[in-house]
Structures are given as C-alpha cells and as structure tokens.
C-alpha cells in the first residue's frame, strides 16, 4: 500500500519507506481433508510510528499472517513477499531471521499463560531474551534491565516479581510482562496479537493505553491484531478487515468506521454496543465463518451477505476505490451498501 492508496496519512508516510511491507502473501496447510487456503494474497504496508489494525473473526487468518512472515508457520507452503526494511523475510535463513525476529521485529503473543514458561521466573525468562539478542549482556545487567521493563510497564514491586513464576501473578500483570519481554531489545515493529484477550474491561484499558505510550515513547511501528472494532478505535491510524484469508477493505479508521464499503466491515461495526441504544438487541451477522478448506464458489461472503447477487457466486472481487477506502465488494460497482439497503 503506497503514499497515494486510500487510508494511508500523507503526513505520516512523506518522504519514507514502509518499515514493513507484505505482498500477495499466501499461506496453504496440507490436512486430510485437502489444502486449507488459510491466507490469500494478503498486501499491506506498515510505516514507522504508525499503527495498523488488522481486524476479523476467529479463523480469517490475522495470526498465521503475522507469525508466516517471522517464519513461526510449520508445514505450510507459503509464498508472495514480506519484507522488513528491504530484506525479504519469506525463506530468509534461520539464523539470519531469529537476528530479526525478537530484536528488530517483536511479538506480542495471545495467551500469556501459554507463551510464558510455567518453571522460569518472570526474570529469568526475560534475560534469556536479552541475551538471546545480546551475547555480551552479563546475568546482572540483565536481570537488572528486566526489574526497569517491569517497572517501565507498571508492575508493582518490581524486584520483588522478578522472582515471581508465571503462576503467581494475575492475567493483567503477565500480559504486562509479555509486553516487556516484547520490547526488551528495543524493537522498531511491534506484533501485538489479542493483547487484550480474556481481560476484564478495566484491564484491557490499561494494556491498551500502555501499548500506546510505548508506541509514542519508542516510536514504534505496531501491528494490532483483534476481532475487536472497538479497541481498534483508539489505538491504530490504519484498518485491515480480513475474512476467509484476504483483506476485504481497509482504511483510516475514521472514514472506514463512518462510510464502510463492505457489508463484513458493516456488520462487525453493528455488532458493537451503542451508547445512545441501550435497550436495542445488537445485530449479528448471520452464518458462520468460511472454511479455508472449502471456499465457496465467488465471494466467501456470499452465503452471509445481506446484499448479495447473482455475480457474487461467479467470481470473487477485488480491492476497488469507495470513497475513502479500498473495498471488496461488486456493490461498489453501483451505488454503494447505502443505495441497496434502500432498494432492499
């Protein structure tokens, strides 16, 4: 995605490069059942200091996007590019990519009990990290820079917790110390996957706000993976919407949010609870996810959308200029979702 595509802030992008840059990334699982097509031709450019949202329902294939680009994809033919800072990472070598992967390129895992080493302290694990990156790192100064993340990510009694086994400490405070652990080699991009997942409302806050301020301390490029639209509203200049393995619109998050140019966008936007409707039942979007092992013929969203035509089942749209957004949709060809729900 270039300066002069639909979404992307001029002021942000003048003059520079994309930090991170994927294109027609594909991602194919061999199973029993035949090839899962879980990723399709994904393209999007991320810029230093600016947050992209890449957003969509369990299974439309957000994480393994991510995790293929840093090589964490096992048993998948993958193809297309993903560069970072001009040097392709799609079968680039190990031990060239782990120098990459940690250090120049972070992530921030979903489940924090599962990612953390249940018989390491807190601290231990930290400074295996830095050391990773950093041979000549002693255990001192290591554990030393683990007690000042902790305490940078605002978890009491640091000292104290950098003796603490993952088991110790409540939700919040180890998705606190996944973040720390993300940024302890001073990253320029940070993958943040689910950061908010199976956290109380207040908590979520918290992560969200500390996610920025060490986006704008740091200036880091952050990549914000979620199915929830309504942290994405705070939190990112950019949107990506995913479903059955592809981007089917995307956008500034102001204009995608107040004119969506595709009915997926538009329905996970009326899902999400309205201040000023307190008593209206919230919508839903009828149906269940495309299976990447067996798409349907057309547009994937064919057999959920509410819009839906006769050329929708024939063959599958690309991304197209609405308005201030690139969008997916054959209605765009016509007079936009507004102009159909009337007809409808």
Do not use: W
């Not at 992967?101 to 990612?115: L, N």
């Not at 979620?226 to 500034?252: C, K, P």
């Amino acid at each position: 995605m270039s300066a002069d595509v639909p979404g992307v802030d001029s002021n942000v992008t003048a003059g520079r490069r994309p930090i991170l840059s994927v294109s027609d990334l594909c991602v194919t699982f061999t199973t029993s059942a035949g090839p899962a097509r879980a990723v399709r031709g994904v393209t999007f450019d991320v810029y230093p200091g600016e947050s992209v949202a890449i957003v969509g329902e369990s299974g439309s294939g957000k994480s393994v996007t991510m995790m293929a680009l840093l090589g964490m994809v096992a048993n998948a033919d993958i193809s297309g590019s993903a560069t970072y800072r001009g040097s392709e990472l799609i079968g680039m070598e190990v031990s060239r990519l782990r120098h990459i992967r940690g250090s120049k390129v972070a992530m921030i895992f979903q489940d924090p009990m599962t990612s953390l080493n249940p018989v390491l302290t807190i601290g231990r694990q930290m400074s295996l990290v830095m050391q990773a990156h950093q041979p000549d790192l002693s255990k001192k100064a290591a554990r030393t820079r683990a007690i000042e993340l902790l305490d940078q990510v605002a978890i009491s009694q640091a000292a104290r917790r950098c003796d603490s086994y993952p088991h110790e400490l409540s939700g919040g405070m180890r998705q606190r110390v996944m973040i720390a652990m993300a940024i302890s080699n001073n990253p320029e991009v940070l993958i943040a996957d689910e950061p908010t997942t199976a956290l109380d409302v207040t908590v979520q806050a918290q992560i969200m706000e500390l996610l920025g301020d060490l986006r704008r301390d740091h200036h880091l490029a952050m990549v914000l993976i979620t199915h929830d639209l309504g942290v994405v509203a705070g939190a990112a200049d950019r949107v990506a919407v995913m479903y059955a393995g592809r981007i089917v619109e995307q956008g500034a998050v102001g204009p995608l949010f107040a004119d969506p140019g595709h009915p997926y966008t538009r329905g996970l936007l009326d899902c999400l609870p309205r201040l000023d409707e307190r008593h209206e039942i919230r919508a839903s979007i009828a149906g269940v996810p495309a299976s990447p092992m067996s798409l349907p013929p057309g547009c994937p969203f064919a057999p959920r959308c509410s819009y839906v035509e006769s050329r929708c089942s024939e063959s599958e749209p690309f991304l197209e200029r609405h308005h201030e957004t690139l969008s997916a949709c054959f209605v765009l060809a016509g007079d936009g979702l507004a102009a159909a729900a009337v007809d409808g």
